[in-house]
């Protein structure tokens, strides 16, 4: 076999370069570095961010674990396990409920609708056990309340109220209390949980609330049942949130997203920015946490200007239009599920206010009710669900109205009202 000498391989010329290599080495090190400093940069704000809203969230749960149940403060059950298990899905045939609650509670229910109070009286009798809860213990990782399914409890609410209707259109009002008031307390616990949670709380507590109002106005409720009522609106006042409280709980969510990416490593991919953001190019070029830190300060700062908003623009022109100008600044708002438009978050704020606005229309009647004769006039009350206060009015013969003038500013056949009927004349001695 001939041999034959290969010749001898040459490096590139730009390889055999002293300064090259040494540049190469450089670029090298210097991506390696930058990854390192970015990452432990990404780290750092995410940790800056949990430390700086831990004093928030460990003071949610605080406030949390103090509640108890304003009627018995004995009871140790907890509500969270107690409503999972009440509820009910009608289904179709609960359109006479919905009707029922639809309409005045001057109105006499149909047979129909008392057929299927009738036949779900396990259903009521399982929610008013449940309502008897008195624990609100939050779990180790959450800074609220987690009811779980949220649509059976609410059906099972409606029947509840409804009975309550039934209850008084039937002249049984300690029966009709009883229902009415579990329904408001339950609402309430329900105000605990997340921002959702809250807003189903309220398809809850209002229609029972409009319905103890329509009995305070008429008159029908004895001195002791106003006193029941007076007592448990009282306890429950401080626990019904406004618009900046269901966003607070919001913000606490921020939180918990925050310490999970840093015990894990790893953050949620609604954290990036979405398919139509030109910013997502960058973005796709920066490790996760990076994504994270920037998304969890953007959205917390949105957060606070729309609970700024909450407090300070009762006009909902304002509310919408200082919304709108704040969209601009709402880049990751999508991180907690909050993608509301400004007039969804104008509605939000007025299904929360709801609750408050009757109960403070309630506590101020049951007040005149024990008064000698009928003020002309009473202190300012800040509507929760207006632009000014409450409304009050004087009739003839001890009648009086007090009224929220709502979303709009003006009295309208959609906004609460509480209208006192005349007093009877007392009997001729």
């Not at 949220?150 to 009883?178: M, Q």
């Not at 190019?281 to 909450?310: N, S």
């Amino acid at each position: 076999m001939l041999g034959c000498a290969l010749p001898p391989m040459t490096k590139p010329a730009w390889y055999r370069s002293r300064r090259l290599k040494i540049a190469l080495v450089a670029v090298i090190a210097t991506l390696v570095g930058v990854g390192i400093g970015v990452d432990i940069w990404s780290k750092s704000r995410v940790r800056a961010f949990a430390k700086a809203s831990e004093p928030a969230w460990e003071a949610e749960r605080a406030r949390l674990e103090l509640l108890d149940n304003p009627s018995d403060p004995t009871v140790k059950d907890a509500c969270a396990p107690a409503y999972l298990a009440a509820g009910v899905d009608l289904g179709a045939s609960g359109r006479p409920i919905g009707l029922a609650l639809g309409g005045s509670p001057k109105e006499k229910i149909t047979d129909e609708a008392r057929a299927i109070v009738a036949a779900e009286k396990g259903a009521i009798d399982a929610f008013l056990k449940a309502s008897r809860c008195g624990k609100y213990t939050p779990k180790p990782n959450e800074a609220w309340v987690t009811y779980g399914r949220l649509y059976p409890f609410f059906i099972a609410g409606r029947l509840v109220i409804v009975d309550g209707r039934i209850r008084a259109e039937d002249g049984d009002l300690d029966a009709a209390l009883d229902r009415l008031l579990a329904a408001v307390k339950a609402g309430t616990d329900l105000e605990q949980g997340t921002l959702m949670a809250g807003v189903h709380g309220v398809a809850v507590s209002a229609p029972a609330l409009s319905t103890i109002a329509w009995l305070v106005s008429e008159g029908r409720l004895s001195e002791a049942q106003r006193d029941r009522v007076e007592r448990l609106l009282l306890a429950l006042a401080p626990r019904m949130p406004t618009m900046a409280d269901g966003v607070q709980k919001q913000r606490l969510l921020l939180h918990q997203i925050a310490t999970e990416a840093l015990a894990t490593g790893k953050a949620p991919e609604n954290a990036r920015p979405s398919a139509d953001n030109p910013g997502r190019f960058v973005a796709a070029a920066l490790p996760p946490l990076a994504i994270l830190a920037d998304a969890l300060w953007k959205q917390d700062r949105f957060l606070g200007h729309v609970q700024d908003f909450a407090r300070e623009d009762r006009d909902p022109i304002l509310f919408v239009t200082r919304m709108a100008n704040a969209e601009p600044r709402a880049k990751s708002r999508v991180l907690t599920g909050f993608d509301f438009p400004p007039y969804g978050l104008m509605q939000k704020a007025h299904n929360l206010c709801i609750p408050q606005a009757w109960t403070k229309m309630i506590l101020t009647a049951l007040t005149l009710e024990k008064a000698p004769s009928i003020p002309a006039a009473l202190p300012p009350m800040e509507d929760p669900c207006g632009a000014g206060s409450l409304l009050y009015f004087t009739g003839a013969t001890g009648s009086y109205v007090l009224a929220s003038t709502g979303k709009d500013g003006t009295i309208s056949d959609d906004d609460l009202r509480l209208e006192r009927a005349p007093k009877p004349p007392p009997p001729a001695l």
